[in-house]
Nanobody, 121 residues
Framework: QVQLVESGGGLVQAGGSLRLSCAASGSPFSIDAMGWYRQAPGKQRELVAFITSGGRTNYQDCVKGRFTISRDVAKNTVYLQMNSLKPEDTAVYYC???????????????WGQGTQVTVSS
């Protein structure tokens, strides 16, 4: 079973930055891709960004140019650098392990506890 542990969330003012980290362990196979999701109160969980083992990245339009996803494949760790944060970025952020097929990301059904990001105006 894959364990995912997120960290790095917190409270920040609009325009500020945060860096999220996530370590994956316990996988019996090589993880092809990793991604970050977020879920705001009353909303569905949405994919924010993903990165393949080869380094290809994909972002949701609303975070392009502000967020950067990166990964240490050897350590099964993924990061999300978030700059120019906005109040609408407030959510619980979850990392995921999965695979990329035809440009789309498919997450395995393993989830960590998430990390809260709160952006004040």
């Amino acid at each position: 079973q894959v364990q995912l542990v997120e960290s790095g969330g917190g409270l920040v003012q609009a325009g500020g930055s945060l860096r999220l980290s996530c370590a994956a362990s316990g996988s019996p196979f090589s993880i092809d891709a990793m991604g970050w999701y977020r879920q705001a109160p009353g909303k569905q969980r949405e994919l924010v960004a993903f990165i393949t083992s080869g380094g290809r990245t994909n972002y949701q339009d609303c975070v392009k140019g502000r967020f950067t996803i990166s990964r240490d494949v050897a350590k099964n760790t993924v990061y999300l650098q978030m700059n120019s944060l906005k109040p609408e970025d407030t959510a619980v952020y979850y990392c995921s392990a999965g695979l990329e097929v035809g440009g789309s990301y498919y997450a395995y059904d393993y989830w960590g506890q998430g990390t809260q990001v709160t952006v004040s105006s």
